[in-house]
């Protein structure tokens, strides 16, 4: 079963088309590199592989399912990290996760471990807001991963992460299909066996890489 | 509903011509209220651009349900085309109301919002908030489908206005500004004046629809001559 | 059900995070005051004027706190992409709504808790059972769709300028009853046509409506 199938899919603001239309495939388990200026549409992309956009025009099977008609099927099975990291300042970080894993029915002390694998333990009590942006970030990671997602898609993880939290994201990604939109090129080659490349104003020039 | 400009043209030319035969039967068929003079002649076209502005509202909350159901694009631009001509008809029932009134009945600012007159503004306010969602929100399906629940919730709660007024007018009375039973031509003059008016309010819909589509045709072909031809 | 752990948790949430540094019950708080303090010289009230322009004066400021109140509701929550994060989850649209919906009613109860005494002793309302009972059940209604409306209202351009256009004539019934009931209650009658079981279904109405529209304002 393929991660992901992306057929046709456009995007439009208004009237006027933003992205697409653009075929999309990814395997189970496969890194995939989202690339392009700003501007190109990679997180308008990633925000309808996370079922959080509905595209124009084109079909989406998620894990099996349709992503359009089933979504409630698959937000589950699938994590998200936007520009935004998702966390409530005030909460501390433990609270922060505890809250999301009773959202996901996850046992609290999930949220204690998913800490600890981005080595945040020694932060749990402090407060988001006093959080530096890189474990602000990490902690962000945390939570898109937190229900232990077979798929995530990630809109520019390595913007505020430092050089040991890269090391650390190849890790948390082993063996889960990925969506990485970065200008990193570097960060890409490590990471993604493929990349997709889209143009100024959503076109796309598809250009494989070997696959990894 | 997608009519070609010559049916339009007609449609409109139709309308106007209904329209001048409504006014002959206000002024000239129908005889002089004995109590209220001459005044009394607005109530005509009050009570049926009233009338005309519940047949939009019927047409927007249809058309803002299909949408939602379906997705169907021709029901959103009838709900959008059905809105403005709407809010066009509340407020010329609403200021029409206003200046009826007034002489009769030496008209009370304290005394005026009573049900129908409160209700038939939030209606205008309804119609209003649903345009203006339109106009801020994200174009495109964010503000079809904003705006469409502002239709529905809007217009599920002019009926609560109402009741609640008259719930609050039952402990507070005050006066009913009520049409007495209509010998025959007047009624006949009524019928005619609504009739009328109901045909101008849909022909001015299927005018403003074609408008509408005909805009969102103008906005495809600007952006696509702009738009890098897609590859795959 | 299990619906509701996720109502609590969101709610919990909000509820935490404003008794944590949170400016909105200071913000309502200052606001409350001053608006005694104005309606006290602007409608020169007086042991004899007050019981009968203390209906309205309860009534305006309501309506204005809970504007501010439900206005802030979602706001912060799709900017720090919170929002998202929660539709992702199996909680679903409805149940984030109620919890949120749930926070912006404790907020506004509290306000009351300290707005009614306010006014019972700076201005010398009789504040009794009943003009509670008004209050927090047109509360409750206000706040289905006040929380609803800002959310609608949050994903356009005109936040501010939307948010009371679109819910006052909403909130219109809410507040022509219950100004009623408070009225007849300060004025110490017995309250006449029912008016506290009619709030209840306006907000048993109300909150259905509302839950059920939250997946289309919420989520794509």
């Not at chain 3, 404790?106 to 002793?121: C, K, Q, R, Y």
């Amino acid at each position: 079963m393929r991660a992901v199938l992306g057929h046709d899919l456009t995007q439009t603001y208004g009237a006027g088309p933003v992205l697409g239309p653009l075929d999309l495939e990814l395997e189970e388990g496969e890194h995939l590199a989202l690339l392009g200026p700003n501007g190109s549409g990679k997180t308008t992309l990633l925000r309808i592989l996370a079922t959080l956009a509905r595209p124009a025009t084109g079909a989406l099977q998620i894990l099996g399912h349709d992503a359009l008609a089933q979504r409630q099927l698959v937000r589950p099975r699938i994590g998200y990290l936007g520009h935004q990291s998702g966390v409530q300042p005030q909460l501390s970080a433990l609270e922060n996760l505890e809250f999301y894993a009773a959202l996901y029915h996850l046992e609290p002390e999930r949220a204690r471990a998913a800490l600890a694998e981005v080595g945040l333990e020694a932060v749990s009590g402090r407060r988001a807001r006093e959080l530096s942006r890189g474990m602000e970030q990490r902690l962000a990671l945390a939570r898109a991963l937190l229900h232990d997602p077979e798929l995530v898609f990630l809109d520019e993880p390595d913007a505020s992460l430092d050089v040991t939290a890269r090391e650390l994201l190849g890790r948390l990604l082993a063996g889960r299909a990925a969506v990485i939109a970065t200008h990193d090129r570097a960060l890409a080659a490590s990471l993604c066996g493929r990349e997709l490349e889209l143009g100024a104003g959503g076109a796309t020039r598809p250009r494989l890489g070997t696959p990894g | 509903m997608i009519r070609d400009t010559r049916t339009l043209r007609l449609l409109a030319l139709a309308a106007v011509a209904a329209m001048l035969v409504a006014a002959y039967m206000i002024f000239i068929y129908a005889p002089q209220d004995q109590v209220q003079g001459p005044v009394q002649r607005i109530f005509y076209l009050h009570v049926s651009s009233a009338i005309a502005a519940y047949f939009c509202f019927a047409l927007v909350l249809g058309g803002c349900v299909h949408y939602l159901v379906y997705g169907n694009l021709v029901a959103d631009r009838l709900a959008r085309a059905g809105a403005l001509v709407g809010l066009l008809f509340t407020i010329n029932c609403v200021v029409m109301g206003i200046i009826w009134a007034k002489p009769i009945w030496n008209w009370d600012p304290t005394q005026t919002w009573d049900a129908r007159f409160t209700s038939t503004v939030v209606l205008g306010v309804v119609y209003a908030g649903y345009l203006l969602v339109r106009r801020f929100a994200s174009p495109g399906r964010s503000a079809m489908r904003l705006s469409a629940v502002v239709g529905i919730i809007g217009f599920i709660d002019v009926p609560i206005v109402h009741f609640s007024v008259q719930w609050w007018r039952t402990l507070h009375p005050g006066p009913i500004i009520e049409q007495d039973a209509l010998p025959a031509p007047m009624l006949v003059a009524f019928m005619v004046t609504m009739v009328c008016t109901v045909f101008l309010a849909a022909v001015m819909v299927a005018i403003r629809y074609r408008l509408e589509l005909e805009q969102e045709a103008r906005v495809l072909e600007s952006s696509a001559s702009l738009e890098l031809l897609p590859q795959r | 059900m299990n619906g509701w752990r996720a109502v609590r948790a969101v709610a919990l949430r909000d509820l935490r995070a404003e008794t944590r540094g949170g400016e909105l019950i200071p913000a309502m708080t200052q606001f409350v005051v001053l608006a005694l303090i104005i309606a006290n010289f602007a409608f020169d009230l007086d042991r004899v004027s007050a019981p009968r322009i203390s209906p309205g004066v309860l009534w305006m400021v309501i309506v204005f706190t809970a504007l501010i109140a439900f206005g802030r509701a979602f706001a912060a929550d799709r900017e720090n992409g919170s929002l998202d994060a929660m539709l992702l989850s199996p909680a679903g649209a409805a149940a984030i709504f109620l919890g949120k919906a749930l926070a912006a009613v404790v907020f506004m109860l509290v306000i009351e808790a300290f707005l009614l005494p306010g006014m019972a002793v700076f201005l010398g309302s009789p504040i009794n059972l009943e003009v509670v009972a008004a209050v927090v059940l047109a509360t409750l209604g206000m706040a289905a769709l006040g929380s609803l409306f800002a959310a609608l209202a949050a994903r356009t351009r005109a936040r501010e300028i939307l948010l009371p256009v679109l819910v006052l004539p909403l909130w219109i019934p809410l507040i022509v009853v219950g100004s009623r009931a408070v009225e007849e209650a300060m004025g110490g009658g017995a309250l006449q046509g029912q008016p506290l079981p009619l709030l209840l279904d306006f907000d048993i109405l109300f909150v259905v409506v509302a839950t059920l529209a939250a997946r289309f304002v919420l989520d794509d």
